[in-house]
T-cell receptor
Framework: NAGVTQTPKFQVLKTGQSMTLQCAQD?????MSWYRQDPGMGLRLIHY???????DQGEVPNGYNVSRSTTEDFPLRLLSAAPSQTSVYFC?????????????FGPGTRLTVL | EDQVTQSPEALRLQEGESSSLNCSYT??????LFWYRQDPGKGPEFLFT???AGEEKEKERLKATLTKKESFLHITAPKPEDSATYLC????????????FGAGTQVVVTP
């Protein structure tokens, strides 16, 4: 049982480039989410999904796209990278969206945009 | 707007020196308050969930408590391996899993 996995661990992009951050979970969780973590600001929600085919925006969605074609995977796409998107990105999952149980986080992807 | 504030920002303790971290929140109708531990370069690791005022949870040297306005994470007789950043997050009613995080408290325990 690997839990929540993320790839890559590190990535450097140039302004304007696009890329996809991968996230997968093997716990059969319906709910998955993406957060970014910046110094002194805490984690902020980018997008979330309550099940395959259903996604919605979080607090800071601009510049990011998501889709959820399977229960296991929830990729995050940066359409045209900007220096302001330099951050550490965490994917998380939990059993269902309408519950108040804990979320499990992946190890993170550290992204630098030059 | 819902807010979560953690204090202090950083805490330096001697091994064995007990202390408390604070998490204050303005969410009305709180449905869950979560404590996570985060080591450098790692993702947050779940510690506790508290659901209602008066609730307490314990795990080894850590004890979390909850009132209507704030939560405390008490560290009793800490060891160097308790060094980490401790994050607090709240979930409001009908929020579909959306967590509002505080900025965290960085704890360093020296031998």
């Amino acid at each position: 049982n690997a839990g929540v996995t993320q790839t890559p661990k590190f990535q450097v992009l140039k302004t304007g480039q696009s890329m996809t951050l991968q996230c997968a979970q093997d716990m059969n969780h319906e709910y998955m989410s993406w957060y970014r973590q910046d110094p002194g600001m805490g984690l902020r929600l980018i997008h979330y999904s309550v099940g395959a085919g259903i996604t919605d925006q979080g607090e800071v969605p601009n510049g990011y796209n998501v889709s959820r074609s399977t229960t296991e995977d929830f990729p995050l796409r940066l359409l045209s990278a900007a220096p302001s998107q330099t951050s550490v990105y965490f994917c998380a999952s939990k059993q269902t969206g309408d519950s108040y149980n804990e979320q499990f986080f992946g190890p993170g992807t550290r992204l630098t945009v030059l | 707007e819902d807010q979560v504030t953690q204090s202090p920002e950083a805490l330096r303790l001697q091994e064995g020196e007990s202390s408390s971290l604070n998490c204050s929140y303005t969410v009305s109708g709180l449905r869950g308050l979560f404590w996570y531990r985060q080591d450098p370069g790692k993702g947050p690791e779940f510690l506790f969930t508290l659901y209602s005022a008066g609730e307490e949870k314990e795990k080894e040297r850590l004890k979390a408590t909850l009132t209507k306005k704030e939560s405390f994470l008490h560290i009793t007789a800490p060891k160097p391996e308790d060094s980490a950043t401790y994050l607090c997050a709240v979930q409001a009613p009908d929020s579909w899993g959306k967590l509002q995080f505080g900025a965290g408290t960085q704890v360093v325990v020296t031998p």
